[in-house]
């Protein structure tokens, strides 16, 4: 099993500018992310052949209500989100029935199933349900941004997130660099 692990050189803790461009972002609230449940999420994945963001949280957890009011609701965020993934939101405390492989399970049995022990937490899964990889803890927007798309484009498969990152960020100081007369 792979980890999501961040360097935090790469991706620093919120700036006031992201906390600027996150609430521009908030005001906006031109697109609506579609979450789904877990058994549904695993039938509209396999079916077109999208991966799957599993997001544990916790009606309790301030992380993860920091989660939805700036990640989850980042316009950039959620247009991967809806383009290319299923996304499902589970309630890991939550005894709401779901079918699984022709089983009634809980989302709170789902959550053991993927042993969460802290919220957030967010899982990500090939379209068959076969685990990638979790990302512990609270991730702001832009971090997130660049989970969504190494998972998205199979680049898990070729090289490590730290790598990944540090080529998205050459690539923006070159486009950066090419464009100034």
Not at 19 to 47: C, F, M, N, Q, V
């Amino acid at each position: 099993m792979i980890s999501v692990a961040v360097d935090s050189a790469f991706c620093s803790q919120t700036t006031s500018d992201e906390k600027t461009k996150e609430k521009s972002s908030k005001e906006k609230k031109e697109t609506k992310l579609t979450w789904y449940k877990y058994d549904e999420g695993l039938a509209k994945a396999k079916k077109e052949k999208k991966h799957i963001m599993v997001h544990f949280y916790t009606k309790w957890c301030g992380w993860c209500k920091r989660m939805d009011n700036y990640t989850f609701d980042n316009e950039d965020v959620k247009k991967v989100l809806n383009e290319s993934y299923v996304a499902v939101k589970v309630n890991a405390q939550s005894g709401e029935k779901l079918k699984v492989d022709g089983k009634q399970i809980t989302e709170r049995q789902v959550a053991t199933m993927y042993r969460v022990r802290a919220h957030p937490i967010t899982w990500f899964l090939k379209p068959s349900g076969e685990r990638i990889a979790p990302r512990l803890g609270y991730a702001d927007a832009k971090e997130f941004l660049y989970i969504l798309n190494w998972v998205k484009d199979d680049l898990y498969e070729k090289i490590s997130f730290n790598e990944f990152v540090k080529q998205q960020q050459e690539k923006k100081k070159l486009e950066k660099k090419q464009s100034k007369p």
